[in-house]
């Protein structure tokens, strides 16, 4: 069956209220939950980024849930460091940690002063940091000289299982690229047919382990409502890459967000204030072969959306299985638990 996570967006959202909101989501019935890991928002309305691997330690302490984001090593996260970090975690909360490498986003990465290397660089440095944290997560010595450099570096404190480094992308070629090393794939939402493109690639090319997709959504009790949050916060968000691998500052994203219409924001969140509708589209995407869907509700408040998702999405996701308040019979016939 396939598992149904929570985005924790720490762009939007202060590292406590995000704590609060995990605890809620455990309580609402989701299985998992993922967060990103940035150093800038995306805008300047969403006006928050607390730092990930202190939220994952405490968010593991104080839930059951499993937990996965995507960092990227190599620049900002010296591969060492990131392959300690993880490696703790895992060693404290087994089986409950995965950690998506990406090859970065000039919003986060320029604060170290470093010149920001072109997509092939960082892809070729990306490789080498996967490499790297392997090896470390293994208990192995190592030094290294390339596009990162390592000398001498060794883990200490090791899990029983290192954590799965899961391969993130957005178009199948990167998918592909990704099957060689990955323990699994995760992308957002995209049409249908490029989410099955992705999936296809990965698989065919070898690809192990899961398929999760973090869905941006936003809903409230009005369509106008649903719309105004997507907006607001995330307008800055609907530009593919390069641009929003290259823009710099929360600024620079608010400047190219000023002329995004509603057509635009409604192809990269699905935005409704009917519960059916995005039970349905989400029972879509896991049509398509995915193995987790992650929710992203855009808005900066998350209580009504995880009480109202618990008791009747998450239901019509699962039949026959009870979740929240409410469950749904093999027949669709709603119940209070």
């Known amino acids: 069956m396939t598992q149904i996570g929570w985005h924790a967006s720490h762009e939007q959202i202060h590292p406590a209220e995000l704590l609060r909101s995990a605890r809620l989501a455990q309580d609402a019935g989701f299985d998992a939950a993922m967060c990103s890991d940035h150093f800038m928002p995306w805008s300047e309305r969403q006006g928050h980024s607390g730092f990930a691997w202190s939220w994952l330690g405490a968010a593991l302490a104080t839930t059951d849930l499993t937990y996965g984001t995507v960092s990227a090593p190599g620049q900002r996260y010296h591969p060492a460091v ?4 993880s490696a703790t975690l895992a060693a404290m909360y087994p089986g409950r940690l995965w950690v998506a490498l990406g090859s970065g986003e000039n919003a986060n990465e320029h604060i170290t002063g470093d010149r920001w290397p072109s997509k092939a660089e960082r892809d070729a440095r990306l490789r080498e940091c996967v490499d790297v944290i392997r090896a470390l997560h293994r208990g192995e010595e190592v030094t290294h000289r390339g596009h990162v450099v390592v000398d001498r570096a060794r883990l200490w404190s090791l899990p029983d299982e290192p954590p799965l480094l899961i391969g993130p992308a957005v178009t199948a070629p990167t998918a592909r690229a990704h099957a ?8 957002t939402n995209q049409p249908l047919e490029t989410v099955r ?7 065919g090319a070898g690809g192990r382990g899961e398929v999760a997709v973090q869905a941006h959504l936003s809903w409230a009790p009005t369509e106008d409502e649903a719309f105004a949050l997507a ?28 002329g995004v219409t509603e057509e635009m924001v409604r192809g990269v969140v ?10 349905q589209y989400l029972a879509e995407l896991v049509d398509v072969g995915v193995d987790r869907v992650y929710l992203h509700h855009v808005g900066q408040r998350q209580e009504a959306f995880l009480d109202a998702f618990g008791q009747h999405v998450l239901p019509q996701l699962r039949p026959g299985r009870a979740v929240g308040a409410a469950r749904v019979d093999e027949a669709g016939v709603t119940a209070t638990a």
């Open 231 to 258: 907006h607001d916060q995330w307008r800055t968000n609907v530009y593919p890459p390069p641009v929003c691998w290259d823009l710099e500052t929360p600024g620079h994203f608010d400047v190219v967000g000023e």
């Open 197 to 203: 493109e992705l999936v296809d690639a990965y698989r």
């Open 180 to 187: 060689d090393w990955a323990d699994g794939l995760v992308t």
């Open 270 to 279: 699905m935005v409704s204030h009917d519960l059916g509708r995005h039970a």
């Open 82 to 85: 990131l392959a300690q970090a």
